[in-house]
């Protein structure tokens, strides 16, 4: 069968996979009440015009997401803008502290107030988050969530720059707080859910609606939500490490079962697109150049044994590369052990077992263009019993034996027959019949 495939098809499969990577997060929007409000009469809908933005930063700080903020900060309109919050949870980041400093300047220097929500349960802001968090005024926490652990810092040490302006030995540097102790320190305030937070901004206005039991308070202030588009969202998750290390191993093992299969290259098609998308998380990432040639080199030894139709030295050579490979790919953001397990043992049995026998599969039926190896002689290379390799006319061969005896290394097989990619062969001394004069009789 020719193999043929169009290039708007090829466009239409990378589409394909773009809608199945880049599905947008959606934000969760609870809702609160807050018996200190100011009490404003229900049906008194006189509130200001201004808006609060919400904006959803989720994950590694990449150059998408310090793109989007820094955006935000610029373009911030006063008169149509009451303040912006971000709501955070992030452990991370992958741009330079020269990026991350003109973010701090950009939220110091907003002509509006800047507030930081941790949450919902189970959020994280650490690192250069925990930094840029506590340079505002005001930070909520939600339960379940923690911030600190700042690490290094972003400023130079001639900054005035001081994460809630706590001294340069504080215990956050390496410490987080959760919810009831950084309320305790002063350090932020309870805001179990991103209402109550959004209430406890100044000039954010509510209304108690008495009619209801028990009342409830309404928002008179509108509230705006921006997060990334589909696009911008689709390269964030790409530079993550875990789908940034999972598109790479998927990307060479299509590329490896396309090299070997006689199909339309579809699986090529997918497989470069995958190792493509794989190498923006990898540019993106502190990526070690020796764990992606560590990488390279296991399915490299892989398609050598898949070659010789037999997993021996190559497949241990690929195995302990593909290990050593995804351990130590990224610099200071190790893969978490579930991500290490499903791109470890996918791969290995993919390369070392699954292909073999697809290749095995593929090839079985036809013997067309072999007949002539039928009767010819070659030298066992390891003991057969009853599987082993033969050597034939110089070319190395999967064969088994059609007899009980076991044949050694050295001693010298007659081919009997053809199995797909086996030969079927026998000892050249006790057989029972000359299978080329078989053949010549025929």
Same mark, same amino acid.
């Given at each position: ?374 009767? $010819?002689? /070659? =030298?066992? +290379? ?5 599987? %082993? *390799?033969?050597?034939?006319? @110089?070319?190395?061969?999967? #064969? ?7 044949? $050694?290394? /050295? =001693?010298? +097989? ?5 199995? %797909? *990619?086996?030969?079927?062969? @026998?000892?050249?001394?006790? #057989? ?11």
């Amino acid at each position: 069968m020719s193999r043929r495939f169009t290039f708007p098809s090829a466009l239409l499969l990378i589409a394909i996979g773009l809608s199945i990577f880049a599905v947008p997060a959606f934000a969760d929007h609870g809702e609160g009440n807050k018996d200190d409000q100011e009490q404003i009469p229900f049906n008194d809908l006189s509130g200001p015009s201004r808006a609060v933005e919400v904006v959803e930063i989720s994950g590694l700080l990449d150059p998408v997401l310090t793109d989007m903020m820094i955006d935000t900060l610029s373009n911030i309109d006063p008169t149509e803008t009451l303040a912006i919050v971000f709501q955070v949870n992030s452990t991370g980041a992958v741009v330079s502290n020269e990026v991350l400093v003109d973010l701090a300047d950009h939220i110091l220097d907003a002509p509006v107030p800047i507030s930081f929500w941790v949450g919902p349960s189970g959020s994280r802001a650490t690192g250069p988050m925990a930094q840029l968090v506590g340079l505002s005024d005001d930070v909520g926490i939600s339960p379940g969530a923690r911030f600190g652990a700042m690490g290094e810092s972003i400023f130079s040490e001639n900054s005035n720059y001081q994460p809630f302006n706590l001294p340069i030995d504080t215990d956050l540097i390496s410490e987080t707080v959760g919810f009831n102790e950084a309320f305790e320190r002063e350090l932020a305030r309870q805001s179990p859910v991103l209402p109550d937070h959004l209430f406890g901004i100044e000039g954010f206005e509510v209304v108690i609606d008495e009619t209801a039991d028990p009342p409830t308070v309404e928002p008179i202030t509108q509230t705006r939500f921006k997060k990334l588009d589909v696009v911008k969202q689709f390269f964030h998750t790409v530079a993550s490490p875990a789908v940034a290390y999972l598109l790479l191993i998927v990307g060479l093992g299509l590329l490896v079962f396309e090299f070997f299969t006689a199909g339309v290259g579809i699986a090529g098609v997918l497989g470069a697109g995958c190792f493509l998308f794989s190498t923006y998380g990898l540019y993106v990432l502190p990526t070690r150049w020796w764990g992606i040639f560590l990488l390279v080199l296991a399915f490299f030894a892989y398609s050598i044994d898949i070659q010789a139709g037999v997993p021996r030295t190559w497949t241990a050579i690929g195995t302990i590369s593909l290990i050593f490979g995804s351990l130590f790919l990224f610099d200071g953001t190790p893969l978490s052990w579930i991500t290490l397990v499903v791109g470890i043992v996918g791969a290995f049995a993919g390369m070392a077992a699954g292909m073999p026998a697809m290749v095995r599969t593929r090839f079985s039926s036809p013997t067309i263009g072999r007949e002539w190896m039928i009767g $010819e002689t /070659g =030298e066992a +290379i390891e003991p057969l019993s009853p599987n %082993g *390799l033969v050597k034939v006319r @110089e070319s190395v061969w999967r #064969a088994t034996t059609n007899r009980a005896t076991p044949i $050694e290394v /050295g =001693e010298t +097989i007659r081919v009997a027959g053809i199995d %797909g *990619l086996w030969l079927e062969v @026998e000892p050249e001394e006790g #057989a029972a019949k000359d299978y080329r004069d078989r053949s010549k009789n025929k």
